[in-house]
């Protein structure tokens, strides 16, 4: 059984990535396929995702992905790391930390993540803002 198997319009759900959504779209249980996606959620912040029974979000691989959207209910978030950086990188430690897969990014959702487990987009475009205080450096015990 997939953790998605009874999505339903209107649910809310939580993202690592964008925070609290609603899922807007989600196809009928005879027309869903595995390893598809099957419903889509949108976002405070206007964001559109659409993921598999699985979670998968679209914008990762499907083989090696990881699920990053849950049904609201079933997110605990007491013990998850919001705060800002101690020190804010430089663009050369920035580029220096993503080489060494060490980058992380502070999301909309507030949650700290690796680049490489966020949308390409979501780097991009804080680095080409020069949003330096949304990196820092992976702390070694994760």
């Known amino acids: ?6 999505v339903k319009l209107e649910q809310e759900v939580f993202s690592l990535i964008y925070g609290k959504g609603k899922v ?3 196809l009928p249980k005879k027309h869903r396929l595995e390893g598809f996606y099957v419903f889509a959620a949108e976002y405070e912040n206007g964001q559109l995702v659409h993921y598999t029974l699985d979670g998968l979000p679209n914008w990762s691989p ?3 992905g990881c699920q990053t959207v ?12 919001i ?7 430089s663009e050369k430690q920035i580029l220096k930390y993503k080489e060494k897969g060490m980058l992380e990014i ?28 949304l990196f820092r450096k992976q702390k070694e015990n994760q």
């Open 106 to 133: 502070q999301c909309p959702s507030g949650i700290w993540r690796n680049v490489d487990e966020c949308p390409e987009n979501l780097m991009k475009r804080a680095f080409k803002k020069s949003r330096y205080h």
């Open 70 to 81: 849950f049904y609201l209910e079933d997110i605990e978030l007491s013990d998850v790391d």
């Open 62 to 64: 499907l083989y090696g």
């Open 24 to 26: 807007v779209f989600a």
């Open 1 to 6: 059984m997939h953790y998605f198997s009874k």
């Open 83 to 89: 705060q800002p950086p101690h020190k804010v990188p």
